[in-house]
Every structure is written in C-alpha cells, then in structure tokens.
C-alpha cells in the first residue's frame, strides 16, 4: 500500500511539474508578445515625431 501511495505522489508531482512548465512557456511567450507590441509602439511615436518635425519646417519625407 505504500509504495503505491509513493508511486501516486510522485506522478502527482511529476504532472504538476509539467504543468509548471506549460504555465512558464506561456507566461514567457504572453511576455515577449508584449515587449514586440511595446517596440511597435515606440517605433510609431518615433514615426508620428519625426512627422512632425518635417511638418513643422514645411517639408514632407515619403518613402515607399
């Protein structure tokens, strides 16, 4: 009876312990998702500025 107790507590342990791993990636992958929109953000305030400054000196840069 104990080594079955044993054997069902370290599978329990063992499945918790993929499960952390599946909860990590997920955290990671959910974290680098939002870094990229954070970039992305920048990088469109660093665009909307540098319009402006074109806009305020009364040219326009248009590349395609």
């Known amino acids: 009876m104990e080594v079955g107790a044993d054997y069902a507590s370290a599978s329990a342990i063992q499945r918790q312990q993929v499960a952390n791993r599946i909860g990590f990636a997920i ?26 400054d074109q806009l305020a000196s009364g040219r326009i840069d248009v590349r395609l």
Do not use: H, P
Not at 27 to 52: C, P
């Open 27 to 52: 955290v990671r992958k959910s974290l680098d998702t939002q870094r990229q929109q954070g970039q992305a953000a920048v990088e469109l305030i660093d665009q909307a500025a540098q319009l402006q």
